[in-house]
């Protein structure tokens, strides 16, 4: 069709052309709702499988958390017996260790009562003072050992240095407030320091000096009450190490025990065996049955978004045609400009009107009126 038949046509070709824009727009229309059909489908799609995935794992995980706890409830059920039940053997191992110290040691312990007794009577008849008969006098006046000698070092440094520091602090806080000489301190300190040896020179000569002989004899029936304690030490010692708990008779308490770690070994196993299952047997059955509950939904909207593709790759294709239509036909003689809706049916309207029988002329008058 030449350009200048084209200008001549009469306002048939107009209508064609109308025509095939309005069913271009149309199409375009139908294209872009498909698209968003086609868009929330593949959402819906992706959303049905999160969830089928989401059901599956949350599933799997609590019917498997639902199994553990069952066996994790009996093992720790049985763990409390267990512990309470070592308690009571303790307990009674304890009972019975106490009672076999206390036979093994009754000859030791009843020498001691009777050198203390003796010693008591020996200060008695003696008429010494009872305060010689003391611990805290012998570690004073006749140390013995290397535990009264170190507690005598700990006493000296306590009267003649901790003492003496102490009187100085209060002195500075309430006599002496307002400053003194150091000096002063220092008199002060030792004149607490000689009171001191005077004082214990003065018990010295009136009790280990007066009855040296009464003291000595209490030194040695003390020794002997030492040695008696360490004898005691050892035998406690060595009961208290001793692995043997067959002299103890608790053999009823060890089979109970024994029973209760077998039942918690069955119930190990058991827990094992039942997650085993689970992995290999009853997991795929649970995932079987919320996937056939779930997936034909997936299926069917898959089926719809296939149908889409096909409607979206026909409608692509037939718009490509009449876009092609349009240009070759009437964009090429028309222009882009008029080739719309509106402007097409203004120039239809002109006309209709008469007042061009060519669309040559109907394009004249439609710029000379806009």
Do not use: W
């Not at 150091?182 to 002060?188: D, K, P, R, S, T």
């Not at 056939?292 to 149908?307: G, M, T």
């Not at 692509?316 to 003689?333: A, I, N, P, R, W």
């Not at 509106?342 to 120039?347: M, Q, R, T, V, W």
Request: proline share 1%; net charge negative.
């Amino acid at each position: 069709m030449g350009s200048e038949n084209v200008f001549q046509e009469n306002q048939e070709y107009l209508i064609k052309a109308k025509e095939l824009v309005t069913a271009i727009d149309d199409m375009q229309d139908n294209l872009d709702q498909a698209r968003v059909s086609q868009k929330k489908t593949t959402r819906s799609i992706a959303q049905e499988e999160k969830n089928l995935s989401e059901e599956i794992n949350s599933t799997l995980k609590n019917r498997k958390n639902e199994i553990e706890d069952g066996y994790d409830e009996q093992l720790t059920a049985n763990g409390a017996k267990i512990r309470q039940l070592v308690s009571r053997k303790d307990k009674k191992k304890n009972e019975r260790m106490g009672s076999r110290i206390e036979s093994e040691t009754a000859d030791l312990n009843e020498s001691n009562r009777q050198l203390r007794l003796q010693a008591k009577e020996l200060y008695k008849q003696n008429h010494v003072p009872g305060f010689c008969n003391t611990g805290f006098f012998y570690c004073m006046f006749c140390p013995s050992g290397a535990g009264e000698v170190f507690n005598l070092l700990l006493l000296i440094i306590a009267f003649c240095g901790c003492l003496p520091a102490l009187v100085c602090a209060v002195l500075s806080y309430t006599l002496y407030s307002t400053g003194v000489h150091i000096l002063a301190y220092v008199v002060i300190a030792l004149s607490i320091i000689v009171v001191e040896f005077v004082i214990y020179f003065i018990l010295f000569n009136a009790t280990k000096v007066k009855y040296l002989d009464v003291i000595k004899e209490g030194r040695k029936l003390r020794n002997k009450v030492r040695a008696n304690n360490k004898q005691i030490k050892v035998i406690r010692n060595s009961i208290t190490r001793d692995k043997d708990e067959s002299v103890y008779n608790l053999g009823k308490y060890d089979e109970k025990i024994k029973e209760l770690e077998a039942e918690r070994e069955e119930i190990s196993n058991r827990k094992m065996e039942a997650v085993k299952v689970f992995e290999n047997d009853t997991k795929q059955v649970i995932t079987n049955e919320i996937t056939s509950r779930r997936q034909p939904k997936i299926d069917e909207l898959k089926a719809e978004l296939r149908v889409l593709d096909e409607k979206i790759n026909s409608m692509e294709s037939d718009l490509s045609d009449m876009q092609t239509h349009l240009t070759d036909g009437y964009v090429t003689f028309l222009g882009r400009d008029l080739c719309t809706e509106e402007k097409l049916s203004d120039l239809i309207n002109i006309m209709v009107e008469g007042q061009a029988s060519t669309v040559s002329g109907a394009i004249e008058i439609y710029k000379e009126e806009s």
